[in-house]
């Protein structure tokens, strides 16, 4: 029997696009499709217990392989490792075949257990270390065009590489957490897109439609990187983060504080308004506390996915016990594992457990209509290193956001969604809160649309910058005059309400224009007031409301007695 040669060809080159085609993607929705059926990854962050990030050098290979198996019992279905550029490519241009025979190894033993890898493959940093090949110095990873090249090769050849172990390939990372990198801070976001776009390009050279995901955490949301949402192509950002106080935007007040156990949830849906999100790290950094941890877990793992995180990997399986940089001045990074050395879990993480074997029972998440949601407001320019932001900071902002979404969402129970200035107001959105921010001009005629046609805007805070007549026209008062910055107090809704912070240019005093006034301070001066425009309304607060309960966050009834501030704003609608 013969096979003619055109038929061969036919033969071999479909062969070769199906072996090297990923059966991982992504539906419309966002979420992860393997061979046509949607499935969430569950699973752990890896590096080796006895070695840490000495993984690949040292190659505990069994204890490696009892891992995976380990892994696979308790119902994670997805591991994500990570390659360390300078064991692999020790000398500029040079390989180490032996530690690239170990990755080749890695993922046999992973297909063979069907467990889904996520490759993150530029870790500069890492548990508190930087880890760079020597050869680089102090070049750019970003902006010098020789690291920029030789990165790209590291790219192509890592992918092909992982060529053959296409089914099991749920994504591509560029690295872990490389908005943190000093590389990042002296570069600008158009030098991190033009890199993406090469590695990703360098990714799909043998993988050709791999998904890819940035690996970043959540300072993507609270602070300034350059990695911004919306300029940097990836086909999915992730989310790191932990219940540190400090590591975040608001002083929270432990593990069973309901607050911080929004803040995962708060920096996921924020994600999910400009791509899809992936829960890639999380954990309780604490971990000796079996009640506060379970408490925590409990409270923010299925609220991640209500807002629509399409996976969630543990940081990370295993106690690091190796006496090595940089565990030996980062010790809390060692501490950290989910599984105990006889296979059983941490006392209080099991539901995690529990989360990960249920996981393929888990719908996508259903999303209030519109018309019964409350909407909180991301500037069109959120960034700093935006040239047209009037003044927006994203640590302030994001903070001010969080405390909105808290709130209604958590205590008052409301339904709530982020909302991007950038992009039309839906005109079904039935009520917008503007949380401090400075829109620009176009930002607010969109918003005098939005509100001539039937919102319901609420506007806490503005700062002179961004005052202009259509300002004045939407909210029905003017500044008068500069006031200075006194603890104020404002009765109203059967409470008398006090602010201590001032932000911006301090403390505004306006006059009604069109509007009327609802409260006045304790020194007479309005600081409330009620306008109709069009078909909407406008309730406009000139004391930065959030900011003031951001002060006091970490003080749990103080923060939640607020909830009774929105209720009573919320009830001026109908009134």
Not at 65 to 79: A, C, M, P, Y
Not at 153 to 159: D, H, M, N, T, V
Not at 439 to 468: C, F, H, Y
Request: with cysteine.
């Amino acid at each position: 029997m013969t096979i003619s040669k055109s038929l061969l060809f036919i033969f071999i080159s479909f062969s070769v696009f199906n072996f090297c085609g990923c059966l991982v993607s992504l539906d419309a929705q966002g979420y992860f499709v393997n061979d046509g059926v949607r499935f969430f990854p569950v699973g752990l962050n890896y590096w080796a217990g006895s070695t840490g990030v000495d993984m690949w050098s040292v190659w505990p290979a069994t204890e490696i392989s009892e891992d995976l198996d380990v892994l696979k019992s308790l119902g994670f279905n997805t591991v994500r490792f990570f390659l360390r550029w300078d064991v692999f490519e020790p000398d500029f241009g040079v390989y180490n075949q032996t530690v690239i025979a170990r990755l080749e190894q890695m993922l046999t033993w992973c297909r063979s257990r069907g467990i889904f890898v996520n490759i993150s493959v530029f870790v500069g940093w890492m548990s508190g270390g930087t880890f760079w090949p020597s050869w680089k110095g102090n070049r750019n990873l970003f902006t010098d065009p020789t690291i920029s090249s030789e990165s790209f090769s590291f790219a192509r050849k890592i992918s092909s590489v992982a060529a053959p172990f296409s089914s099991i390939i749920l994504a591509m990372e560029y690295g872990n957490e490389m908005d943190d990198l000093d590389d990042s801070h002296n570069v600008d976001t158009s030098s991190i897109a033009a890199w993406c776009t090469g590695i990703r390009a360098a990714f799909r050279s043998s993988l050709p439609n791999v998904l890819v995901i940035t690996g970043t955490d959540h300072n993507t949301v609270i602070s300034n990187p350059v990695w911004n949402l919306g300029r940097i192509p990836a086909d999915i950002f992730s989310i790191h983060g932990y219940p540190v106080p400090t590591w975040n935007n608001v002083q929270t007040d432990g593990l069973t504080d309901p607050l911080t156990q929004s803040l995962l949830p708060f920096y996921t849906a924020f994600v999910k308004t400009f791509s899809p999100v992936m829960l890639q790290e999380f954990g309780t950094i604490v971990t000796g506390g079996a009640k506060q941890q379970d408490q925590y877990i409990r409270g923010m793992l299925l609220a991640c996915w209500e807002e629509g995180a399409n996976g969630f990997l543990y940081w990370d399986m295993r106690d690091i016990k190796t006496l090595a940089y940089p565990y030996l001045n980062h010790g809390l990074e060692s501490l950290l594992g989910l599984v105990l050395d006889d296979n059983t879990i941490k006392p209080g993480l099991e539901y995690f457990v529990q989360f990960a074997r249920n996981a393929s029972s888990l719908a996508i998440p259903k999303l209030p209509p519109l018309s019964e949601t409350i909407g909180l407001y991301i500037p069109a320019y959120y960034y700093q290193n935006e040239l047209f932001n009037p003044g927006n900071e994203p640590r302030r902002i994001s903070a001010n956001l969080l405390i909105d979404y808290y709130l209604l969402k958590r205590v008052l129970g409301r339904n709530v969604r982020l909302i991007r200035g950038d992009l039309p107001l839906d005109p079904s959105l039935e009520f917008l809160i503007i949380a401090g921010s400075y829109p620009t001009l176009p930002e607010i005629l969109n918003l005098q649309a939005w509100v001539r046609g039937g919102g319901k805007l609420i506007w806490n805070g503005p700062d002179m910058s961004g005052w202009s007549s259509t300002t004045i026209d939407l909210i029905g008062a003017k500044p008068v005059d500069f006031r200075f910055g006194v603890s104020t107090s404002v009765a109203l809704f059967g409470k008398s309400w006090t602010f201590d912070t001032f932000v911006g240019n301090g403390k505004l005093q306006y006059e009604q224009t069109t509007g009327q006034v609802v409260a006045s301070d304790n020194y007479g001066i309005p600081v409330v007031f009620k306008n109709k425009f069009g078909k909407g309304d406008v309730v406009f607060c000139s004391l930065p409301v959030e900011d003031n309960i951001v002060a006091i966050s970490a003080y749990i009834s103080t923060r939640n007695s607020w909830a009774a501030w929105y209720s009573g704003i919320l009830n001026l609608f109908s009134s």
